[in-house]
């Protein structure tokens, strides 16, 4: 029997109910909502820029990171949550083959504690799985749909943390022609955002930076182009160079497709290094990241290294393909 | 948790490779799939072993042993389609991407063999190790046999896969009997497989029949050019197979005892054989019959018009009431036969007296028509198998009764006509059942090697002789030590009954389109292709304890390859008659010296000099010059021709007259 279900099994003995359900957002990350504001750091205005025919660098370290949770039971209508972070870096060296260079992975449960009964909040406690306390969100987590919501963003935080962890770790100690690119914000992290050699490609583009004709020079740059570099504003926790890529042709379908923004360290070199290191970008569009519905903006590294993330996680966290039967049949009435 | 990679903690034998099992591939008590890295030295025909992970309280899991039967490769590509547009439709550029797809090698594998057998469960999803010595012994349950109390393996050659060269034995009990018995080799022709595996494993049984099971020999019918000529000298050898002799405990010398049979040529004197050349041609035995070896034969070389009710009733009587004794023709003459020419004698008797007693229909029941038909296909045996059959001279047999254990005979047909074949194979394999019933031929168990089977035992055409004596071995011949050991070009064409029987079936490299044929069905695509494209040297194996076929791997024989024989040994050119005498004489008697013997037939009817050889080589005397003479007896004088006669003038010269 494993800890979880020995937890759990506590939990019910306390008074909790026991749950299943696996809410679709567990198994992605939420866009940002918000409104940004930048400053061209490459010109006066945005334009177009082509890309150079720029080779591969000989070594890339490629760096993603997945998050699962699920509601493993209710106290009353309180969610309790478990979740699951993991993310690896892998590298890509001559043999132009993958192979992990770091992974960590961790496991936690999410709950408003001082909510939950004392028997639960005993069990919990007991059961030596770290527990991440939401309570500071109490007035959220009465509600169960707002304790999800909050659950979700302690389980993305861990994500990113670890993410970050790693990184910088790796960071730390990359070769001098070896790069590292991560799948989302540099910013996050004070290391990140300062080394020369370390990349953010962020697919989403919930926040934006520019408009009137720049937003629209910026949104539909052409294949195999890229924007003026900027200096995003408003989120970012450290300060960083940014610019639009466009990898594959948008027209005939939407605004975004194959648009990626890639973050990179403030510095001059990386306006002198924007249009050759977005070369070399470029060409990680190949292999598709098919069967990913995002492979256009995905590039295939990062796609290998979610796979990997993906089937080495705990299988009773995957969301079941079959319709969710009730676990308890109803007495039938005498 | 962090972990970083590089360093393996693997420890003890390391897998290679994971048992995984779908919904739709799922693993069954038969069949299972594992993947592996790209990089691995498994193939198919592989032998892997699978061991269950225990529960971690110390007990051993269950171990499936499996041979690998098929493999498949893909990626993550979910259709060709992505493919070309990540490559922007130029081939050359999807070789340029920066990244390699993710690969994976899946491989299908058949159970050989499950401990414990029983309960017999689904393979575990444990992991996967490549076999090794003792893995193989016990996948291929050779366990049973080569260590028990009274072992009786054969090596038949190596299993090698990454490195691994593990022997691979049959069980003397289900090859040479009384278990089951005969093998069946198969292949295409020219690559020297299917002959080279029987002279390996001739040469391994002999080097190997345990004792216990009594003595063994081989008889070989050569019908094929030298294959089978050189059986006794030495072949080249490379230090692999000379490694692999020494792997499988077998040692890499040719026969040490070989004895050859060849009929004559039409001439009488000259052996119908490639092993010709000066150096060898002294131990071939010519092999030589007369009626009374022919005689119960005689419907193998008469067509079936030739025998109806009638003829063979009177063949029957003359094999029953007159060959080898004194016979009473009742027309007051006593006849004793024994050669075509005593009978003939009793035939011209028959009608003589026939004829001068005024009846002219029947003799002893029989009807003289019959009779002249009888006395005119039997004359023409010795005419049609010149050279085998003899019409009055001594017969020349193999040593029946007298056969040597661990001794290979070689009867070399390969230029004599296919009614001669069929009269040599109906005949030695007869005598071979008969005496091994009796336990009368000196060995208890002989195996009888036939090439060309898709020849000698179709699957389809009328029925022969000599079809219905193989048929006869395949069923029957396991209780009685007679084993066929059968080659053809392709199996589906022998008859069934024939491979059908045979307990250890050998494929060498096979023809596709024969492969397509019904009785490949079991085999998979890829076991397919792999026999497709078999090296030289290496076989399928099919045998009784195995539950798959494997594929191994055996040393060349160490014998001289026929076609090198012949380069090395060249045939001699055929000597004139009196030489060809000399060179028996010579054989029998080095001292004789050739000028005596020529000096003796000068001038003699050479049917009395054939005659005159015969004996003295059936009698093989102390002096055989002098036997020779006398054999020959005194030479007669032809009549002095009479004073010519004086030509007689017409009575009636024509003259210038008009009448």
Same mark, same amino acid.
């Given at each position: 029997?494993?800890?979880?279900?020995?937890?759990?099994?506590?939990?019910?003995?306390?008074?909790?109910?026991?749950?299943?359900?696996?809410?679709?957002?567990?198994?992605?990350?939420?866009?940002?909502?918000?409104?940004?504001?930048?400053?061209?750091?490459?010109?006066?205005?945005?334009?177009?820029?082509?890309?150079?025919?720029?080779?591969?660098?000989?070594?890339?370290?490629?760096?993603?990171?997945?998050?699962?949770?699920?509601?493993?039971?209710?106290?009353?209508?309180?969610?309790?949550?478990?979740?699951?972070?993991?993310?690896?870096?892998?590298?890509?060296?001559?043999?132009?083959?993958?192979?992990?260079?770091?992974?960590?992975?961790?496991?936690?449960?999410?709950?408003?504690?001082?909510?939950?009964?004392?028997?639960?909040?005993?069990?919990?406690?007991?059961?030596?799985?770290?527990?991440?306390?939401?309570?500071?969100?109490?007035?959220?987590?009465?509600?169960?749909?707002?304790?999800?919501?909050?659950?979700?963003?302690?389980?993305?935080?861990?994500?990113?943390?670890?993410?970050?962890?790693?990184?910088?770790?790796?960071?730390?100690?990359?070769?001098?022609?070896?790069?590292?690119?991560?799948?989302? *914000?540099?910013?996050?992290?004070?290391?990140?955002?300062?080394?020369?050699?370390?990349?953010?490609?962020?697919?989403?583009?919930?926040?934006?930076?520019?408009?009137?004709?720049?937003?629209?020079?910026?949104?539909?740059?052409?294949?195999?182009?890229?924007?003026?570099?900027?200096?995003?504003?408003?989120?970012?926790?450290?300060?960083?160079?940014?610019?639009?890529?466009?990898?594959?042709?948008?027209?005939?379908?939407?605004?975004?497709?194959?648009?990626?923004?890639?973050?990179?360290?403030?510095?001059?070199?990386?306006?002198?290094?924007?249009?050759?290191?977005?070369?070399?970008?470029?060409?990680?569009?190949?292999?598709?990241?098919?069967?990913?519905?995002?492979?256009?903006?995905?590039?295939?590294?990062?796609? /290998?290294?979610?796979?990997?993330?993906?089937?080495?996680?705990?299988?009773?966290?995957?969301?079941?393909?079959?319709?969710?039967?009730?676990?308890?049949?109803?007495?039938?009435?005498? | 948790?962090?972990?970083?990679?590089?360093?393996?903690?693997?420890?003890?034998?390391?897998?290679?490779?994971?048992?995984?099992?779908?919904?739709?591939?799922?693993?069954?008590?038969?069949?299972?799939?594992?993947?592996?890295?790209?990089?691995?030295?498994?193939?198919?025909?592989?032998?892997?072993?699978?061991?269950?992970?225990?529960?971690?309280?110390?007990?051993?899991?269950?171990? *499936?042993?499996?041979?690998?039967? /098929?493999?498949?490769?893909?990626?993550?590509?979910?259709?060709?389609?992505?493919?070309?547009?990540?490559?922007?439709?130029?081939?050359?550029?999807?070789?340029?991407?920066?990244? *390699?797809?993710?690969?994976?090698?899946?491989?299908?594998?058949?159970?050989?063999?499950?401990?414990?057998?029983?309960?017999?469960?689904?393979?575990?999803?444990?992991?996967?190790?490549?076999?090794?010595?003792?893995?193989?012994?016990?996948?291929?349950?050779?366990?049973?046999?080569?260590?028990?109390?009274?072992?009786?393996?054969?090596?038949?050659?190596?299993?090698?896969?990454?490195?691994?060269?593990?022997?691979?034995?049959?069980?003397?009990?289900?090859?040479?009997?009384?278990?089951?018995?005969?093998?069946?080799?198969?292949?295409?022709?020219?690559?020297?497989?299917?002959?080279?595996?029987?002279?390996?494993?001739?040469?391994?049984?002999?080097?190997?029949?345990?004792?216990?099971?009594?003595?063994?020999?081989?008889?070989?019918?050569?019908?094929?050019?030298?294959?089978?000529?050189?059986?006794?000298?030495?072949?080249?050898?490379?230090?692999?197979?000379?490694?692999?002799?020494?792997?499988?405990?077998?040692?890499?010398?040719?026969?040490?005892?070989?004895?050859?049979?060849?009929?004559?040529?039409?001439?009488?004197?000259?052996?119908?054989?490639?092993?010709?050349?000066?150096?060898?041609?002294?131990?071939?035995?010519?092999?030589?019959?007369?009626?009374?070896?022919?005689?119960?034969?005689?419907?193998?070389?008469?067509?079936?018009?030739?025998? /109806?009710?009638?003829?063979?009733?009177?063949?029957?009587?003359?094999?029953?009431?007159?060959?080898?004794?004194?016979?009473?023709?009742?027309?007051?003459?006593?006849?004793?036969?024994?050669?075509?020419?005593?009978?003939?004698?009793?035939?011209?008797?028959?009608?003589?007296?026939?004829?001068?007693?005024?009846?002219?229909?029947?003799?002893?029941?029989?009807?003289?028509?019959?009779?002249?038909?009888?006395?005119?296909?039997?004359?023409?045996?010795?005419?049609?198998?010149?050279?085998?059959?003899?019409?009055?001279?001594?017969?020349?047999?193999?040593?029946?009764?007298?056969?040597?254990?661990?001794?290979?005979?070689?009867?070399?047909?390969?230029?004599?006509?296919?009614?001669?074949?069929?009269?040599?194979?109906?005949?030695?394999?007869?005598?071979?059942?008969?005496?091994?019933?009796?336990?009368?031929?000196?060995?208890?168990?002989?195996?009888?090697?036939?090439?060309?089977?898709?020849?000698?035992?179709?699957?389809?055409?009328?029925?022969?002789?000599?079809?219905?004596?193989?048929?006869?071995?395949?069923?029957?011949?396991?209780?009685?030590?007679?084993?066929?050991?059968?080659?053809?070009?392709?199996?589906?064409?022998?008859?069934?009954?024939? *491979?059908?029987?045979?307990?250890?079936?050998?494929?060498?490299?096979?023809?596709?389109?024969?492969?397509?044929?019904?009785?490949?069905?079991?085999?998979?695509?890829?076991?397919?292709?792999?026999?497709?494209?078999?090296?030289?040297?290496?076989?399928?194996?099919?045998?009784?304890?195995?539950?798959?076929?494997?594929?191994?791997?055996?040393?060349?024989?160490?014998?001289?390859?026929?076609?090198?024989?012949?380069?090395?040994?060249?045939?001699?050119?055929?000597?004139?008659?009196?030489?060809?005498?000399?060179?028996?004489?010579?054989?029998?008697?080095?001292?004789?010296?050739?000028?005596?013997?020529?000096?003796?037939?000068?001038?003699?009817?050479?049917?009395?000099?054939?005659?005159?050889?015969?004996?003295?080589?059936?009698?093989?005397?102390?002096?055989?010059?002098?036997?020779?003479?006398?054999?020959?007896?005194?030479?007669?004088?032809?009549?002095?021709?009479?004073?010519?006669?004086?030509?007689?003038?017409?009575?009636?010269?024509?003259?210038?007259?008009?009448?």
């Amino acid at each position: 029997m494993t800890a979880h279900r020995r937890l759990r099994d506590a939990l019910v003995a306390a008074g909790a109910v026991p749950a299943s359900h696996i809410p679709e957002e567990s198994t992605g990350r939420g866009d940002l909502l918000e409104v940004a504001g930048a400053e061209l750091v490459e010109g006066p205005d945005l334009t177009v820029h082509p890309l150079e025919a720029a080779a591969t660098p000989a070594a890339v370290a490629f760096l993603d990171g997945i998050e699962r949770w699920l509601v493993t039971c209710y106290d009353g209508v309180i969610p309790i949550v478990r979740g699951f972070v993991a993310a690896a870096i892998r590298r890509r060296a001559a043999t132009r083959r993958m192979a992990t260079a770091l992974e960590a992975t961790r496991e936690f449960l999410v709950a408003p504690v001082p909510l939950l009964r004392p028997g639960v909040r005993a069990a919990l406690e007991a059961s030596g799985i770290d527990v991440i306390d939401v309570s500071d969100k109490a007035e959220q987590a009465a509600q169960p749909g707002r304790a999800l919501e909050a659950a979700r963003r302690a389980v993305e935080n861990a994500r990113v943390a670890l993410e970050k962890t790693l990184a910088e770790r790796h960071a730390a100690g990359l070769g001098p022609e070896e790069w590292l690119v991560v799948d989302g *914000v540099l910013s996050e992290s004070a290391a990140l955002s300062r080394h020369p050699r370390a990349l953010g490609v962020i697919k989403s583009h919930a926040a934006q930076y520019f408009e009137g004709d720049a937003l629209t020079r910026a949104l539909t740059v052409p294949d195999q182009h890229r924007s003026s570099v900027f200096r995003p504003r408003g989120r970012a926790r450290h300060e960083v160079y940014s610019w639009y890529l466009r990898l594959w042709p948008w027209e005939g379908n939407d605004l975004l497709f194959g648009l990626v923004r890639v973050e990179a360290r403030a510095h001059a070199d990386t306006v002198a290094a924007a249009s050759r290191v977005s070369g070399w970008l470029a060409r990680e569009r190949a292999p598709l990241a098919t069967p990913d519905r995002r492979w256009d903006r995905l590039l295939y590294p990062m796609h /290998d290294v979610e796979t990997y993330l993906r089937a080495r996680a705990p299988r009773d966290l995957v969301p079941p393909t079959a319709s969710r039967l009730p676990l308890a049949l109803p007495r039938r009435a005498s | 948790m962090i972990q970083q990679r590089g360093a393996s903690s693997r420890a003890g034998a390391a897998p290679i490779g994971r048992v995984v099992a779908t919904e739709l591939k799922p693993a069954t008590p038969h069949q299972f799939h594992f993947w592996t890295a790209n990089e691995t030295t498994i193939g198919i025909g592989a032998i892997v072993r699978v061991e269950e992970e225990g529960s971690g309280k110390g007990e051993g899991g269950r171990v *499936v042993y499996g041979v690998v039967t /098929d493999a498949f490769a893909y990626s993550d590509l979910a259709t060709p389609l992505h493919d070309v547009v990540g490559a922007e439709g130029d081939p050359a550029r999807a070789a340029e991407s920066p990244t *390699v797809r993710q690969e994976i090698r899946l491989w299908t594998a058949a159970v050989l063999r499950q401990e414990p057998e029983e309960p017999l469960q689904p393979v575990p999803l444990g992991r996967v190790c490549v076999a090794d010595d003792a893995d193989v012994a016990q996948a291929l349950r050779m366990d049973a046999y080569l260590h028990s109390a009274t072992p009786t393996g054969i090596p038949l050659g190596l299993y090698t896969s990454g490195g691994l060269e593990a022997p691979v034995y049959l069980d003397a009990d289900f090859l040479l009997g009384p278990e089951a018995a005969h093998l069946n080799i198969s292949g295409v022709s020219g690559l020297a497989t299917k002959t080279s595996a029987v002279e390996f494993l001739l040469s391994s049984i002999f080097q190997h029949f345990p004792a216990h099971k009594g003595r063994v020999a081989a008889l070989c019918f050569n019908v094929k050019g030298p294959d089978l000529c050189f059986l006794d000298q030495p072949g080249s050898l490379d230090d692999a197979d000379r490694r692999r002799y020494e792997r499988l405990g077998v040692s890499p010398e040719p026969f040490a005892r070989v004895r050859y049979y060849a009929p004559f040529k039409a001439d009488g004197v000259n052996l119908n054989t490639l092993r010709t050349h000066p150096d060898l041609a002294g131990d071939v035995e010519p092999l030589v019959w007369g009626l009374e070896e022919v005689l119960d034969f005689a419907e193998v070389l008469l067509n079936r018009d030739d025998i /109806d009710a009638k003829a063979d009733a009177f063949i029957d009587f003359l094999s029953d009431r007159v060959v080898r004794r004194e016979f009473d023709d009742g027309f007051g003459g006593t006849h004793r036969v024994q050669t075509f020419a005593d009978l003939d004698r009793l035939f011209r008797a028959i009608f003589d007296g026939l004829e001068n007693a005024g009846r002219s229909d029947m003799w002893r029941t029989h009807h003289v028509a019959t009779i002249r038909k009888v006395r005119n296909r039997l004359s023409n045996i010795s005419t049609r198998c010149k050279g085998l059959v003899t019409d009055d001279g001594p017969s020349n047999d193999l040593p029946w009764g007298r056969f040597e254990a661990r001794t290979v005979y070689v009867v070399d047909i390969a230029n004599v006509d296919p009614l001669g074949q069929d009269l040599v194979f109906t005949r030695v394999v007869s005598e071979l059942r008969e005496r091994l019933e009796r336990r009368d031929l000196g060995v208890d168990a002989v195996v009888v090697f036939v090439d060309e089977l898709n020849k000698y035992a179709p699957g389809d055409g009328p029925e022969t002789y000599v079809r219905k004596m193989l048929l006869d071995i395949s069923e029957r011949g396991r209780y009685l030590g007679l084993v066929l050991f059968g080659a053809e070009q392709f199996r589906s064409q022998v008859h069934r009954r024939v *491979v059908g029987n045979a307990a250890t079936i050998v494929y060498g490299r096979m023809d596709y389109d024969e492969l397509a044929t019904p009785g490949y069905q079991v085999l998979t695509p890829a076991t397919k292709i792999k026999l497709a494209t078999l090296p030289v040297g290496e076989l399928m194996v099919r045998h009784p304890h195995f539950t798959q076929p494997v594929f191994v791997r055996f040393p060349r024989p160490a014998v001289l390859r026929g076609r090198d024989g012949v380069e090395r040994f060249p045939p001699a050119a055929d000597l004139p008659f009196e030489d060809a005498v000399v060179r028996q004489m010579v054989r029998l008697d080095r001292r004789i010296r050739p000028n005596e013997v020529k000096d003796l037939i000068a001038d003699r009817a050479p049917d009395d000099v054939r005659r005159a050889l015969a004996a003295t080589r059936r009698a093989r005397p102390d002096d055989p010059l002098a036997f020779f003479r006398r054999s020959l007896g005194r030479a007669v004088p032809a009549p002095a021709s009479e004073r010519p006669r004086e030509p007689v003038a017409p009575l009636n010269p024509i003259g210038d007259e008009p009448y």
